[in-house]
């Protein structure tokens, strides 16, 4: 059987893996629209994070395999439709993750110095699509819309000291931009309480002993919620735990001088929903945000946020906006619900489609860590399996796999990139990281990366 996966992340990566293991016999190739593979891994992880980027050697094995081809370079539903796709393998699984944001919806989301927290990681993480990015860090304060781990992922990098950043794969321009950086307090602002918030206990205790830095915590907020948490699950009781210990319990003398001593402080926001971004007296930049006070109707994470009628406004020259990734269709061919950014399946089985399939965020919707898209992707690779051992998938036919799609590249002008040549551009970005003295010194233009493997 010949499969073709479409997108070289996670999800893409653990089911190809998954299959190649499980079948003796199948091909996998996988599609990616940028040169470079490994997606969110790549370009999603914080630099200060690299344990998390090991996962990229295991996939590597998995390209490595002589059973598996990885075809960079190539957009599909421009380059090749999904129906050329299925016209040349048995299988196709969309694995193309979320490439879009969610929006406010709100006045002012246009300002400069508005931002989505997704294309802020893109810049310093060296998405292409970023990297014109000039987020003015020209201000005092920042503000993040959202209670999850990508925005604290943010909130770090703003405040890390630049000795500590030197040392990652940051690129050299965001590097640059934050050394110059006037940023000094950023408040996390989300629209439910404590119990709610979307990060994880290990994110926020980074960010609780990040060096130089304060945290403040409102001892309103937390006050009262050791008996709210009694019978929480473990993770969310340590998580709150740790919040109400930072908020209400008095610092010690050594905690006390090093807070002191601190230059730079961040600090968590309950219960407020942004109304609008307020402009500049010229009206072209953000100076603030309206904030709308919010009470919570039920309890735990089903509670919702309903408006008061009070408002608050919160000065600050810098927003992100961290309330979602969103997956985009990708094909007229592909069935996708707009309302829940996914393509409707089940257990990875594209609805109406016999041999279409989706794994990862397109699948489930943009939550969870590496971890949970293995099993989800390990799942969708099992439904496969399954189909191809009853034969709901017709194997009996032979497909030509990328033979006929490079016919069809080949005729659109389209020049793919091969695993080997990912690896020399790999080796390019070590060597110049090397010279920093950095992992990787990232490189950001996809022009630059096909010069120097002679597209």
Same mark, same amino acid.
């Given at each position: 059987p010949r499969i073709c996966v479409v997108g070289s992340g996670p999800? $893409?990566?653990? &089911?190809? *893996?998954?299959?190649? /293991?499980?079948?003796? $016999?199948? *091909?996998?190739?996988?599609y990616e629209k940028l040169p470079v593979p490994f997606g969110l891994v790549r370009f999603g992880v914080a630099p200060d994070h690299p344990e998390v980027k090991n996962v990229t050697n295991t996939f590597t094995q998995t390209a490595r395999s002589e059973r598996c081809a990885y075809y960079g370079?190539? &957009?599909v539903g421009r380059d090749v439709t999904v129906a050329e796709l299925q016209q040349a393998y048995h299988?196709?699984?969309?694995s193309y993750g979320a490439e879009g944001n969610r929006v406010l919806g709100i006045p002012g989301e246009k300002l400069c110095g508005v931002h989505s927290a997704r294309a802020f990681v893109g810049w310093y993480n060296g998405l292409p699509e970023n990297r014109e990015l /000039?987020?003015?860090l020209s201000c005092e304060t920042a503000l993040i819309l959202g209670h999850g781990n990508v925005a604290l992922d943010v909130a770090r990098i703003l405040?890390?000291?630049l000795q500590l950043l030197r040392k990652t794969d940051i690129t050299a321009d965001s590097l640059a931009a934050l050394a110059c950086s006037k940023? /000094?307090?950023v408040w996390l602002v989300g629209r439910r309480g404590p119990l709610q918030v979307a990060f994880t206990i290990k994110e926020l205790r980074e960010m609780i002993n990040l060096p130089g830095t304060r945290p403040v915590l409102s001892p309103a907020d937390f006050t009262g919620l050791e008996n709210a948490i009694k019978d929480a699950p473990r993770p969310r009781k340590r998580l709150t735990e740790l919040m109400i210990k930072t908020a209400l319990e008095k610092p010690g003398e050594k905690t006390l001088e090093v807070q002191a001593a601190a230059l730079r402080e961040w600090g968590l926001k309950f219960q407020r929903s942004p109304q609008e971004?307020?402009?500049s007296a010229d009206g072209t930049r953000v100076r603030g945000v309206r904030l709308a006070l919010t009470r919570l109707e039920g309890s735990g994470d089903s509670a919702r946020a309903v408006p008061t009628g009070d408002v608050e406004e919160l000065e600050c020259g810098l927003v992100l906006s961290s309330i979602g990734y969103q997956s985009l269709p990708l094909d007229p061919a592909v069935p996708f619900d707009a309302q829940r950014g996914v393509i409707p399946n089940s257990s990875g089985r594209v609805e109406g489609v016999p041999g279409l399939y989706c794994s990862g965020w397109v699948k489930r919707g943009p939550t969870g860590v590496i971890i949970t898209t293995m099993n989800d992707s390990f799942d969708t690779a099992q439904s496969v399996l399954e189909d191809l051992q009853v034969g709901t998938?017709?194997?009996? &036919?032979?497909r030509e796999g990328f033979g006929a799609v490079e016919s069809i590249l080949r005729s659109r002008g389209v020049r793919p990139v091969s695993f080997s040549d990912w690896e020399k551009i790999d080796a390019a970005e070590v060597s110049r990281g090397k010279a920093a003295g950095k992992p990787r010194e990232k490189i950001v233009d996809p022009q630059e990366m096909l010069q120097l493997i002679g597209h």
């Open positions: 999800a $893409g990566f653990y &089911t190809a *893996q998954h299959i190649l /293991k499980h079948h003796g $016999g199948a *091909q996998v190739d996988i370079n190539v &957009t299988a196709v699984v969309l /000039k987020p003015d405040l890390s000291p940023v /000094k307090r971004m307020l402009p998938l017709d194997v009996s &036919t032979s």
